[in-house]
């Protein structure tokens, strides 16, 4: 029965275009928000594989139950400069000082979309200790990956953060809180990927501290664990010492941030679930019209020997035709948007999510299909046959 | 055994609301093989209810309906379903063609309910089809038919699985008198070749190609 499914959809040209195409743009939402997903997943696993096995802590200032413990960077943590310094000088003969530094945070820009990472985060920490915040060090793309002295007016910028700054080049001027800072570097890298990275604004301490007026005061320490096996009683250490700071360990680290990853993913699946009703609704209303439209031609079947269970099928053909058709079409959709827009999410699009995504939408279109289809099936054919 | 289908004391009550309405009041009737009736009576009479009852379109409220000596009135939709797709055809006043559906498509589909699949039941239509002599039009659809032309193809869908009995309810009452004439002629040539038919009509010179007129009247067959 494919082909009377088929040719009632081709008789109704302009209905089955208008809602191959509603269901396609809603679908094509799924593929961009899944990916993104997908993608910033992977890129903050990768990110936690890149410090994995670094042995780092945060000391920052205490956090407030329930809420600031899922921050991270610790942006709104704020240490003396002196305090964070003592506690460095404490554990000086455990830790690996090269890694081990003062840091100051400052949003430059907020997040693009809730729960996603700072668009430009400023990073003011030891100018001889850069690759202590970034892990190992990342590929440089132009310039350098260090700062020519403690007070340096320069800047490192990672992808995200130098599309934000406008893509200046190495040796222009940018103004960061009014204050010119020279590029020195930037770091190579796309733009969704190395979510901890990619939006840094890399300064000296001192420039930061400099730039924000507050000389005395630093965001948090981050130490660096010469002992892997070591960091816990480390962080014991120096919760008994100092009460009045939060001490994060790596392990603290990864659960925080998959905290952060598992609300975004919630956001995204939030809207991805409500895009897949509107496009099930869509095809719903469709085939309740088809079905009150067809009344006279459904009795007619039933009547001339057409059982219910056939004209079922068919209902639910068309509609399936109609759901795979949309979401095919969402495909070159998402990757027209991708193009326009820049992402580069075309680059990395599973092929094993766009057949999830196709099957998921097929499947719905048909459920969404049944109780119009069960409703076709208890047409009576005598009163359908009246029916004028 | 020529019998065909066979009533016993049928009834027929539809409940509108809280009211009772009798269509059919203990009807009688044996159709054997080759047999061409034309049911006639004003409106109301119940005309068209006895036509479902012969169609195994409807089971009645009573009484029962034997069709090829089987007791269709308890029988369940599916098995109803079956009856029809294979031994009656039927033929209605306003056609019931599948609008997106060309003339031939039309008749094959009728075959492929009846089981009649792929070459053989596209052959069959198109033999149909030559029959009505519509075999220029089988390419059509059915707005681009004439309302006899339409007739023609409900009747070549009706008989092209050559069913054992043609029911055709109203076939003249949407056309005019020359065309209701051809289709007249065409269905008692039809019964000539040993077609087995029942036809409501309220047209007396169509019931005329008829071998036995049936007036009914208040659900009760008068003569």
């Known amino acids: ?388 | 055994m020529n019998e065909i289908i066979r009533v016993e004391g049928i009834t027929k009550v539809y409940r509108m609301d809280e009211v009772e309405v009798p269509a059919l009041r203990g009807i009688d009737l044996t159709v054997e093989h080759g047999d061409f009736f034309a049911i006639v009576g004003p409106s109301g009479c119940g005309k068209s209810t006895l036509l479902h009852l012969l169609g195994c379109l409807d089971k009645p409220s009573d009484g029962r309906v034997f069709f090829n000596g089987q007791d269709v009135s308890i029988l369940g939709d599916g098995a109803l379903t079956r009856i029809r797709s294979r031994h009656i055809g039927l033929i209605f006043q306003t056609f019931n063609l599948m609008p997106t559906l060309n003339a031939r498509e039309n008749v094959a589909l009728q075959l492929r309910l009846a089981g009649i699949k792929g070459a053989r039941a596209v052959r069959m239509a198109e033999e149909a089809l030559e029959k009505v002599e519509l075999s220029a039009r089988m390419k059509h659809l059915p707005k681009q038919l004439s309302g006899g032309e339409r007739q023609r193809v409900a009747i070549a869908r009706a008989i092209a699985k050559k069913p054992q009995l043609i029911l055709a309810d109203e076939p003249t009452g949407n056309l005019d008198s020359k065309q209701s004439i051809n289709i007249g002629r065409l269905l008692a040539n039809l019964n000539a070749e040993g077609q087995t038919i029942i036809m409501v009509t309220h047209d007396a010179e169509i019931a005329a190609n008829a071998q036995r007129v049936i007036k009914m009247r208040d659900g009760q067959i008068a003569e």
């Open chain 1, 1 to 388: 029965m494919i082909d009377i499914a088929w040719k009632n959809m081709w008789t109704r040209k302009t209905r089955t275009i208008l809602t191959i195409l509603g269901i396609a743009v809603a679908l094509e939402l799924v593929i961009m928000m899944t990916t993104i997903v997908d993608f910033t997943e992977s890129g903050m696993q990768s990110e936690l594989a890149k410090y994995s096995g670094a042995g780092q802590i945060y000391v920052r200032s205490q956090i407030t139950a329930g809420i600031a413990g899922q921050e991270f960077p610790p942006i709104t943590s704020i240490l003396k400069e002196e305090e964070g310094r003592q506690i460095i000088d404490e554990v000086a003969d455990q830790v690996d000082m090269a890694l081990t530094t003062p840091l100051f945070f400052y949003q430059l820009a907020p997040p693009p979309y809730p729960n996603a990472p700072l668009e430009a985060l400023l990073v003011g920490l030891e100018a001889d200790k850069i690759g202590a915040y970034v892990g190992e060090e990342p590929v440089v793309k132009d310039g350098v990956f260090a700062f020519s002295g403690a007070d340096a007016h320069e800047v490192i910028l990672g992808p995200l953060s130098s599309s934000f700054f406008g893509e200046p080049a190495v040796g222009d001027e940018i103004q960061i809180i009014g204050e010119p800072l020279t590029v020195v570097g930037l770091i190579e890298g796309q733009s969704l990927e190395d979510r901890l990275t990619s939006n840094v604004v890399l300064v000296p301490l001192e420039t930061a501290q400099s730039i924000l007026g507050q000389s005395e005061s630093i965001s948090a320490v981050l130490i660096t664990s010469l002992r892997l096996d070591n960091i816990n009683a480390l962080a014991e250490d120096i919760r008994a010492d100092h009460s009045k700071v939060s001490v994060l360990t790596q392990e603290e680290i990864a659960e925080n941030l998959d905290t952060i990853l598992g609300q975004e993913r919630m956001f995204f699946n939030m809207i991805n679930y409500t895009v897949y009703i509107i496009a099930a609704v869509v095809v719903f209303i469709v085939m309740v019209m088809a079905v009150t439209e067809r009344t006279k031609e459904i009795g007619t079947m039933r009547a001339i020997g057409a059982s219910r269970w056939l004209v079922l099928r068919t209902i639910v053909l068309e509609a399936i035709m109609l759901g795979l058709m949309g979401s095919l079409l969402s495909i070159p959709i998402a990757y027209l948007i991708d193009m326009g827009i820049g992402y580069g999410l075309r680059e990395v699009i599973d092929a094993w999510t766009l057949i999830q995504i196709v099957i998921t939408a097929t499947i719905l279109s048909a459920l969404a299909a049944t109780i119009p289809a069960l409703r076709a099936t208890r047409v009576n054919p005598i009163e359908a046959l009246r029916y004028e």
